[in-house]
């Protein structure tokens, strides 16, 4: 099986119970083994959720098997296989999501994308190849353009309109079926402190920082039915990052060493058991300190406030457009 993860080291404890006790909860991008997603649903099957929506596109096999293993120990849990990037799809998802969670909605939807990057130099140009003509080198650098490209537009499509279309979908539901929705978006600290090779990744979780705002405004009156916020995360353990695991290098501007899943799970959950209108709007990053041996996680609120200065040289000589066209 594919599963491999250790199901109690995800029970935490009762004092962060109210997190996920009771409720239905759904998790984009929870298939792939050892992943952010996958350590979420353990989260919440570990502590007392009444069902769990494990989503996947391409993960299907780590998918399954997670949903057995938690079948296994009693947990409603199910599967669900659906692009998020595709309309259609998370449309026909809509009903049989309903279905699996006794004819509602999720309590709590938390969107996570497992993608990222590879990696290029953004902006660089490729080295020259001893012996390479520039006819091969022009073709080369074409291609490494289109793949480098390529990788960013999916990161940026999955965790972007994905997080949209998820959010358009569920929120809608939840405002007409008048049953309040808790939306989760999970994001990175390199939202804000860019790391270098991955353009695409860092700037779609600037943007996903935008959307609790952007939905609010959005529903209006009926904000109250849902709440939103972010969650901006350090370097964690996984299949992607795993390779870098032990290169301070790439994490160690940040924290001591990378944090396990059932780590930042419990991290997550701490934050969750927070009422949802104290968490509403806001972007919320997880701190890591102290050494690998004793470390410290602890929470802080991220404010995106735009500030708007007037320009010296633009007021003094303001442009003056005359009216045209108006009547004698």
Not at 26 to 46: C, E, R
Not at 124 to 131: F, I, K, Q
Request: charge should be neutral; hydrophobic fraction near 45%.
């Amino acid at each position: 099986m594919a599963y491999s993860a250790d199901f109690d080291k995800f029970r935490f404890p009762a004092a962060l119970a109210g997190a996920f006790a009771g409720k239905r909860v759904f998790v984009t991008g929870s298939g792939k083994d050892h992943g952010i997603g996958q350590a979420l649903i353990l989260a919440a099957a570990a502590n007392g959720a009444a069902c769990v929506g494990v989503h996947f596109h391409r993960s299907y096999r780590d998918g399954f098997d997670l949903v057995a293993a938690l079948r296994a120990r009693g947990v409603k849990a199910f599967a669900l296989q659906a692009d998020v990037t595709n309309t259609r799809d998370l449309w026909a998802s809509r009903s049989y999501m309903i279905e699996q969670m006794d004819g509602k909605g999720p309590d709590i939807l938390i969107c996570n994308s497992g993608l990222t990057e590879k990696g290029y130099r953004f902006g660089r140009a490729l080295s020259a190849l001893e012996g390479e003509s520039r006819a091969e080198r022009r073709a080369r650098v074409r291609q490494q353009y289109l793949d480098d490209i390529a990788e960013s537009s999916m990161v940026m499509n999955t965790k972007i309109e994905g997080f949209v279309a998820m959010t358009h979908l569920w929120a809608a539901e939840a405002i007409y079926h008048n049953q309040p929705l808790q939306m989760l978006y999970i994001s990175s600290m390199q939202a804000i402190e860019p790391g270098v090779a991955v353009p695409g990744y860092v700037v779609a979780n600037w943007a996903v920082l935008r959307l609790p705002e952007v939905l609010k405004v959005n529903l209006g009156r009926s904000a109250n039915m849902v709440s939103a916020a972010c969650l901006m995360l350090p370097f964690i353990r996984t299949g992607m990052t795993e390779e870098y695991a032990d290169n301070p290098k790439v994490f160690g501007r940040w924290q001591p060493r990378m944090l396990e899943p059932f780590e930042a799970a419990h991290g997550m959950t701490q934050l969750l058991c927070r009422p949802a209108e104290e968490l509403n709007l806001g972007n919320f990053k997880l701190c890591v300190s102290g050494s690998a041996e004793d470390m410290k996680l602890t929470w802080s609120r991220v404010r995106l406030e735009p500030r708007e200065e007037a320009l010296d040289w633009s007021a003094g000589e303001p442009l003056r457009l005359a009216q045209t066209g108006a009547a004698a």
